[in-house]
């Protein structure tokens, strides 16, 4: 049976590379940072190197790069940091974050722990139908107290892209003192995220959405940028993480992160031309529509509502033909509430159940799209004559 996988936005594998730069970490330069004879030396050069590698990515300092366990710590260690950094220079205000109705729910669960201890005030940006905010909500939602707009470079559901730079160049003119987090855990691996030329504070991802492992994620901190560590210990991470490194995940994402780099626009290029013929050869079957913008989108995320066909059942049924795809968020997988993403942008809650996101990689071919094509048609009319037995399908 055929093995296409098509749900890289949910995670990808190792890359051979990666796996083998951090090879040496696990039982031969297996030392612990923090100490200063030669088996810690070799771990924490694997660390200097690594943060080298991240910085070159983002075109920031070495030392503004902290690592974590993945985007979601980043995002929390961003928000609940400088939340809590601004409290302490004046308690009296509550600090108003801005953000938006499609975020990860590492964003929105965090934006919404701190209304709860009432140490911060948040607007939830609104978005079109196409899943873009608007620069004029986002100005209008500024007010004095405002400190952090935290916005999505690509949503992980839909792939829309964000005006990220103009946000960038709206805050730096005109509202310098505000900090301006991106989450570019869908962004990193096609567009450029170079912090300087997009006026970022913070950024966030991870590494198992850039073929790296699993376990690991760093945030972009500005220098400057006020941030109280959210985990209490030893003085790692220059002081904003406590813990013991884990040296061969740190490696393996410098090294991931090198190599999405050096491939970028290649790969971009190549994913855009497959899933401009998986978009214009889907949505030429009756009752499915694309979701998300038409250009403004990522090049690895094609997604779709199937008009009177459960995503579950369509997921079920490529998957026992071999494959992976899924039904909005992997996240929100388990649960069978409509997707937040959709209802923000104005999608029916009977629609939306028939969601389905297909995430392009570096294994994807162009074989793969017109077998995964053929196979959603054929999916797609079983399930609508309501009948589950895919047993006479044969390709
Ligand atoms: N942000 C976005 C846009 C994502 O797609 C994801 C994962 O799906 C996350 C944050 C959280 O990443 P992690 O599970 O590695 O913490």
């Known amino acids: 049976m055929k093995s296409i996988y098509l749900d890289y936005a949910a995670t990808t594998p190792v890359d051979p590379q990666v796996v083998k730069k951090m090879q040496p ?46 985007a979601t710590e980043s995002i929390n260690l961003a928000h609940k940091g400088l939340i809590e950094a601004v409290r302490n220079q004046d308690k009296k205000i509550i600090p108003h974050i801005i953000t938006t109705q499609i975020e990860h729910k590492a964003v929105l669960e965090t934006c919404k722990h701190l209304e709860k201890l009432n140490w911060a005030k948040v607007t939830y940006l609104p978005v079109d139908e196409f899943g873009l905010i608007s620069i004029n909500d986002l100005g209008k939602a ?58 970022i504070d913070l950024l966030s991802f991870t590494g198992h959405k850039i073929y790296a492992p699993k376990g690991i994620g760093a945030l972009f901190i500005k220098s400057g940028t006020p941030i109280i560590r959210q985990q209490d210990g030893g003085s790692q991470e220059n002081n904003l993480r406590a813990g013991t490194e884990s040296v061969p995940l740190i490696v393996g ?86 997707s937040h993403v959709l209802d923000a942008m104005g999608i029916a809650a009977e629609d939306s159940h028939g969601s389905l996101r297909l995430s392009l990689g570096k294994d994807t071919t162009k074989e793969d799209i017109e077998y995964t094509i053929k196979s959603i048609k054929k999916v797609v009319t079983t399930l609508r004559k309501m009948s589950p037995d895919l047993t006479g399908i044969e390709f």
């Open 142 to 199: 500024i007010t004095k107290d405002t400190v952090l707009v935290s916005i999505m470079f690509v949503n992980n559901e839909v792939g829309s892209i964000q005006p990220i730079a103009e946000i960038g160049k709206l805050l730096k003119t005109k509202y310098p003192k505000i900090f301006f987090h991106a989450d570019a855990t869908q962004a990193l691996p096609y567009f450029d995220c170079d912090v300087n030329k997009l006026n």
């Open 25 to 70: 970490y696990f039982s031969d330069y297996f030392g612990n940072p923090s100490e200063i004879h030669k088996w810690g030396l070799k771990a924490s050069e694997g660390i200097k190197n690594a943060r080298t590698q991240i910085s070159k990515a983002l075109n920031c300092n070495p030392s503004e790069i902290t690592f974590t366990s993945c």
């Open 253 to 338: 994402l410098g090294q991931a992160t090198e190599l999405i780099i050096k491939n970028r626009a290649k790969e971009s290029s190549r994913l855009k031309t497959l899933q401009k013929n998986l978009i214009s050869k889907l949505t030429e079957i009756p009752g499915i529509k694309l979701t998300g913008h038409p250009e403004k989108r990522a090049p690895h995320i094609a997604s779709f509502i199937v008009k009177d066909v459960e995503g579950e059942s369509m997921m079920l049924l490529l998957s026992d033909l071999g494959i992976a795809v899924s039904t909005g968020s992997a996240c929100n997988s388990q649960v069978l509430s409509s």
